[in-house]
């Protein structure tokens, strides 16, 4: 199956300083790619949905001045969590898929983020 | 997209087959069923999925009824690493909406 990587694995920060977390589709051209978060003993959830080029689309309740998505390239996005606060702690994921809707969605590894 | 409803708990015996049920008696003509598993602290990992035809691929198989209102996914020959939460997930659109999930365990 499709490849998809994230990096850092795990990024431990101060309160107050950005994070940026990268996604990469390794094997496929992504045109979309998702971010999703999930707490602890929860599902997943989605946050926002990113095309190649322009700009990303958030979920409701998503503050997406704190939440930057970049998706600047068919292998890469980027989300970066600005000015980040204990309670953004959490287990960030990305997932790719290609031009169809019915491409199936390859997810990374995720991203452990911890604010202290 | 149509809800899912699945057990939240199930336990099988290794070597058994494993047996998931998922109802979704709302889901539309072009709606496809999707599954996907979760191990701890990982990634979900992407399963099978169909529309109205039954599949089976190198890692299960999945059961649609004839009315698409409920599917089955089956792991043949069950083993400790597919202890997991398995996500079944109705998609119409690109996104995916993932509900709680049946942690499944499988016991030695």
């Known amino acids: 199956g499709a490849v998809v990587s994230q990096h850092p694995s795990r990024v431990i920060c101060k309160s107050g300083t950005s994070v940026k977390i990268e996604c990469r589709s390794l094997d496929f051209q992504a045109t979309t790619m998702f971010w999703y978060r999930q707490f602890p003993k929860q599902s997943l959830m989605l946050m926002a949905t990113?095309?190649?080029?322009?700009?990303?689309?958030?979920e409701q309740g998503v503050e997406k001045d704190k939440f930057l998505i970049n998706h600047a390239s068919l292998t890469l996005s980027t989300l970066t969590v600005t000015s980040a606060h204990p309670e953004d702690s959490s287990f960030y994921i990305c997932s790719a898929t290609g031009t169809t809707f019915t491409d199936t969605q390859y997810f990374g590894p995720g991203t452990r983020l911890t604010v202290l | 997209d149509a809800k899912t409803t699945q057990p939240p708990s199930m336990d099988c015996a290794e070597g058994r087959a494993a047996n998931l049920p998922c109802n979704h008696s709302t889901i539309s003509g072009n709606e496809y069923v999707y599954w996907y598993r979760q191990i701890h602290s990982q990634g979900p990992q992407y399963i099978i999925h169909g529309l109205k035809n039954n599949e089976t691929n190198e890692m299960a198989s999945l059961i649609i009824t004839e009315d698409r209102k409920s599917s089955t996914l089956i792991l043949p020959h069950a083993t400790l690493r597919d202890t997991a939460v398995y996500y079944c997930?109705?998609?119409?659109?690109?996104?995916?909406?993932f509900g709680q999930g049946t942690r499944l365990t499988i016991n030695p």
């Open positions: 990113s095309n190649e080029g322009s700009k990303a689309t958030y």
């Open positions: 997930i109705v998609r119409g659109a690109q996104k995916l909406v």
